[in-house]
């Protein structure tokens, strides 16, 4: 009875977890890669308007998504999505508080690749996304990962916004998290303590597995001064 009151929340976790990962890869590489490479007008209020999830509470990141997904949105008026109170919307919950941290981890790994590299690899006739995809992303690897890995494991843990916007719906919406507040609140203990191993289990999991990527990062690519970088960067170039 107890495995399977834990089994539904725990698929429906992994579920959501799955489907969030998919989203803050594709979505956090891609916005790393261009804060790292591009500089524009106001990309300082860019980079901090992406981090705010990281410091607002989690019912005001849970509100806002709210206001994006429910009534008089433009995703539920205008394509009539409804995504409030779907697993779906624990997903998109999941995606928006973890994204911070891949995002960060990526632009700053990117910014640590030596530019003489990219630089040599134009000079043999590689264009910018073959200097991407053959230079810098391999180069840059362990710090992406290590991001990802946080925010995978960030996603798994996500509670205030997901209550807000999907509800605790048992065999719904009702992710592992959840679950365990429920017990709580039912003073069923030893299913919360069960639920709460799974879950330290597997976030300690993931931690190690991001902490084992960066010991085994290249001192030369941790210590790599970004100003000598530069420099070494444009002297090359001058005499290309």
């Known amino acids: 009875m107890m495995w399977k009151l834990i089994g ?3 698929l429906l976790s992994l579920q959501v977890t799955l ?4 989203l803050i890869l594709v979505i956090g590489l891609g ?3 261009f804060l790292a490479r591009k500089h524009f007008p106001g990309q300082i209020f860019i980079s901090t ?3 705010l999830p990281l410091v607002l509470p989690p019912s005001v990141v849970g509100y806002f998504l709210l206001l994006a997904l429910g009534r008089g949105s433009p995703i539920k008026e205008w394509f009539g999505i409804d995504l409030l109170f779907t697993w779906q919307a624990g997903a998109i919950a999941s995606t928006v508080v973890a994204l911070p941290l891949m995002v960060e981890s990526t632009r700053a790994a990117i910014a640590n690749v030596n530019p003489e590299l990219e630089a040599a690899a134009r000079t043999l006739g590689s264009k910018e996304p073959e200097v991407l995809w053959q230079i ?3 180069l840059a690897y362990r710090g992406i990962l290590a991001g990802f890995g946080l925010s995978v494991a960030r996603g798994l843990g996500e509670f205030g916004a997901t209550l807000m916007v999907a509800g605790s719906i048992p065999g719904r919406t009702q992710t592992l998290p959840l679950a365990i507040y429920d017990a709580v609140q039912m003073q069923r203990y030893g299913l919360a303590n069960v639920m709460v191993l799974m879950m330290t289990t597997i976030a300690f999991a993931l931690l190690w597995w991001v902490r084992h990527l960066e010991s085994r990062q290249p001192q030369s690519q941790i210590t790599v001064n970004p100003d000598e970088s530069n420099r070494r960067y444009s002297e090359t170039t ?3």
């Not at 489907?19 to 998919?22: C, D, G, L, R, V």
């Open 8 to 10: 539904q929340p725990l």
């Open 19 to 22: 489907f969030a990962s998919f």
């Open 31 to 33: 916005l790393g890669v």
């Open 49 to 51: 308007l992406l981090n």
């Open 136 to 138: 810098t992303l391999p």
């Open 238 to 240: 001058a005499q290309l």
